[in-house]
């Protein structure tokens, strides 16, 4: 099993970023994926979260508006497309699959850090 996420960079405030979530070993379409983020200094943030269903999702509020994932099960790819960054963005991306009925990510992803100057 490997989630792979990439994207990441540095950015000046105002600009957009597009995070990637590449799986294997795994049926994508099983799944709900997340996407965390954890800053230096503070506690791992889930920002946002895809179902493997309905596609539905959920945001974070400090994210909401700004931020939108979405999800290519043929691809077997997870992205989070990143808008109007602030430098209070600036963390470690990692990306998480859990089954629907279950709160408990199983699977995590080596992070892509993200930098936002101001």
């Known amino acids: 099993v490997q989630l792979q996420a990439s994207g990441g960079g540095l950015v000046q405030a105002g600009g957009s970023l597009k995070l990637s979530c590449s799986t294997s070993?795994?049926?994508?379409?099983?799944?709900?994926i997340g996407w965390f983020r954890q800053a230096p200094g503070k506690e791992r943030e889930e920002v946002a979260c895809?179902?493997?269903?309905?596609?539905?999702?959920y945001y974070a509020d400090s994210v909401k508006g700004r931020f939108t994932i979405s999800r290519d099960n043929a691809k077997n790819t997870v992205s989070l497309q990143m808008n109007s960054l602030k430098p209070e963005d600036t963390a470690i991306y990692y990306c998480?699959?859990?089954?629907?009925?279950?709160?408990?990510?199983?699977?995590w992803g080596q992070g892509t850090l993200v930098t936002v100057s101001s």
């Open positions: 998480a699959a859990r089954r629907p009925m279950s709160s408990d990510y199983n699977y």
């Open positions: 895809i179902s493997n269903s309905d596609r539905s999702t």
């Open positions: 070993g795994f049926p994508l379409d099983y799944y709900a």
